[in-house]
């Protein structure tokens, strides 16, 4: 099969998988059967099955991860729409990310490091919970695995959207903002997205928790490397 064969192949393949996988939860919308996670299981689950390498599925699915960047800048759209209640909310949404970004750091070093693994490791979940580009600058700086980084920055997003609205809700966390602020912390532009099936408000929220997580986490993450090391 020629490369342009290829391609198409596997995006039809990545899209029907996440369009199954959208119907599923739908019908079922339970934590385990987040769009994101089944349609990842079933890609990885092919990928495996048919032993096809990495390579040769990102010839198609790379044109699909080039979307990434517009999707993200895209989610600026309903943070415009309610600035006015940004504004409104803006003390309580910095001191909000600010707690989310010391949390988030905290718990991804801690966790790794009680768990037992080098190091290495452990740096390199400090930004566990910061946007993939970020995420590998704060790996770099703090002398962790940027690789290794993504992958724990997609545990994080997947992780984040699959138990966070479980956990607020036996939290009784229903406010627009807590919402927002939890999912946009924890979960970066995965979490974002959730957060529109909670509202607009909800949405603009997270989005703005996201960027600045990331701008604090750069800050912080090096201070915070000098404390726990």
Same mark, same amino acid.
């Given at each position: ?39 990842? $299981? ?14 040769? $599925? ?12 517009? %999707? ?29 970004? +010391? ?10 490091? @009680? ?10 979940? @400090? ?20 690789? @290794? ?5 997609? *545990?994080?997003? +997947? ?13 009784? *966390?229903?406010? $627009?903002?807590?919402?927002? +602020? ?7 532009? *995965? ?11 909800? %949405? ?14 750069? *800050?912080?993450?090096? @201070? ?6």
């Amino acid at each position: 099969m020629n490369e342009f064969l290829t391609g198409i192949l596997w995006i039809t393949l990545t899209v029907a998988s996440y369009v199954f996988s959208r119907k599923l939860y739908q019908r079922f919308p339970s934590p385990l059967l987040v769009p994101v996670f089944t349609s990842t $299981f079933l890609l990885v689950l092919l990928l495996l099955i048919f032993n096809i390498e990495y390579e040769t $599925f990102m010839i198609g699915a790379g044109y699909i991860d080039k979307l990434l960047g517009p %999707a993200i800048v895209a989610l600026a759209l309903p943070l415009y729409k309610q600035r006015e209640m940004v504004k409104k909310y803006f003390a309580s949404i910095g001191i909000g990310v600010l707690v989310g970004t +010391i949390t988030g750091l905290w718990s991804g070093f801690t966790l790794v490091s @009680l768990l037992g693994f080098e190091p290495l490791i452990a740096r390199s979940a @400090l930004p566990k919970s910061v946007t993939t580009p970020v995420a590998m600058e704060i790996a770099r700086t703090v002398s962790g695995e940027p690789s @290794l980084a993504v992958v724990f920055v997609m *545990i994080a997003g +997947i992780g984040g959207v699959m138990v966070g609205p479980f956990l607020m809700r036996g939290l009784k *966390i229903d406010h $627009f903002v807590g919402v927002g +602020i939890g999912l946009g912390c924890a979960s970066h532009a *995965i979490g974002t997205s959730k957060a529109l099936e909670f509202g607009e408000k909800a %949405a603009a929220v997270s989005s703005i928790a996201m960027t600045l997580s990331a701008v604090c986490a750069s *800050i912080l993450a090096p @201070l915070m490397m000098t404390w726990l090391l």
